[in-house]
């Protein structure tokens, strides 16, 4: 089963909040990472375009999509 998370409910296991920060860089290309896919294998972290691009493939294989495009458009 696949669990989607936002920025306003990502909590793992233990209770602590997943976030992402710009430390944490895109798989694909280098720029900042906000999309974390949880896979079973280990994670993949990508940018709001390469995660977009990817969403469709990966995201139903996901133990966990975590999206924080919202950030983006924060003021």
Same mark, same amino acid.
């Given at each position: 089963m696949t669990q989607m998370a936002t920025d306003h409910n990502a909590v793992d296991e233990l209770g *602590?909040?997943?976030q992402l920060s710009a430390a944490d860089r !895109?798989? *694909?290309c280098g720029a900042q990472a906000y999309i974390r896919a949880t896979m079973a294998t280990g994670e993949l972290?990508? !940018?709001a $375009? $390469?995660?977009a691009k990817f969403k469709e493939k990966l995201q139903p294989n996901a133990i966990e999509w975590l999206d924080e495009t919202a950030k983006l458009s924060a003021h």
């Open positions: *602590s909040r997943y !895109c798989d *694909s972290l990508f !940018c $375009h $390469h995660g």
